[in-house]
């Protein structure tokens, strides 16, 4: 899609080295029979090798500058599946049909949306296989953070609790137009079928953790304030004076269910 211009909004990045795209592509191992998900095709550096494979693949893009160009060059394959559509505000269950009840999601995502579209797939996860996606390379370091590291925080816990994740290589910035001025990376997640650990209201867990996290250089006796007191956090096993950094996925879902526990008892009360 030559003479296509790249847009700052979009955070448009895209891939242009061969090698790279297939050893995306060997990371995500399509087969015929499954429903992939593109997000962001941007020039199909992806799309195309992945349209080769898969019987059936669904295109998110935003762009309506990429929609006819996109349309105009695999319109004629029975796998592709043009959505002109923001994927921010999606519906992914809407792809899902009594043959197609389990989705494959890939894309090289935009810098500027990738946090809160990570948080919108989560709302899907029971119906989503795995996640192979670009990123910024500092994204999939928090996404992959394991506690006690500057890196892990409030991304962290949520995607470890809802997936597996793992940091699969690095992509330098001299493999995409325009370049961008960072690092990017490539992670794979795939979301529980069984969780670790399991909050027992996952509303509640989401409030802590985001509270937990909100005065990352706080106590845990400070930034729980209003939902926990330091008794509370010490009956869960945990010191009040450690900082959110500090604790595993395993611990917030403690002292995430003991919260759920007392706003449950003052609700009957």
């Known amino acids: 899609m030559a003479g296509h211009k790249h847009k700052k909004q979009f955070g448009q990045n895209f891939l242009n080295n061969p090698r790279v795209i297939q050893q995306i592509v060997a990371s995500i191992r399509p087969k015929p029979d499954d429903f992939i998900v593109e997000i962001g095709p941007g020039e199909a550096a992806l799309t195309e090798p992945l349209l080769e494979v898969v019987n059936h693949m669904d295109i998110i893009e935003i762009d309506?500058?990429?929609?006819?160009?996109?349309?105009?060059?695999?319109?004629?394959?029975?796998?592709?599946?043009?959505?002109?559509?923001?994927?921010?505000?999606?519906?992914?269950?809407?792809?899902?049909?009594?043959?197609?009840?389990?989705l494959r999601v890939v894309g090289n995502l935009p810098y500027n949306i990738s946090s809160p579209l990570l948080f919108h797939l989560l709302e899907y996860a029971e119906h989503i296989r795995d996640m192979h996606f670009m990123l910024q390379k500092e994204v999939v370091d928090r996404i992959t953070a394991q506690p006690g590291i500057k890196a892990y925080g409030r991304l962290s816990v949520m995607l470890q609790y809802a997936c597996e994740?793992?940091?699969?290589?690095?992509?330098?910035?001299e493999n995409f137009t325009p370049p961008p001025k960072v690092d990017s990376a490539i992670v794979r997640l795939l979301p529980y079928q069984n969780k670790p650990?399991?909050?027992?209201?996952?509303?509640?867990?989401?409030k802590l953790v985001k509270q937990a996290f909100s005065q990352k250089r706080k106590t845990l006796r400070n930034t729980l304030k209003g939902l926990l007191d330091a008794e509370q956090i010490e009956a869960c096993?945990?010191?009040?004076?450690?900082?959110a950094e500090n604790l595993t996925v395993e611990q917030f879902v403690k002292l995430a269910n003991l919260y759920h526990q007392n706003q449950s008892m003052h609700s009957e009360a």
């Open 237 to 243: 096993c945990i010191e009040p004076s450690v900082r």
């Open 197 to 206: 650990f399991v909050a027992d209201n996952e509303q509640a867990f989401a």
């Open 64 to 102: 309506s500058d990429l929609i006819e160009p996109l349309s105009r060059r695999f319109g004629s394959n029975p796998a592709f599946n043009l959505h002109h559509t923001d994927a921010l505000a999606f519906d992914y269950a809407s792809l899902l049909t009594p043959e197609k009840q389990t």
């Open 165 to 173: 994740t793992e940091y699969l290589f690095t992509v330098g910035p």
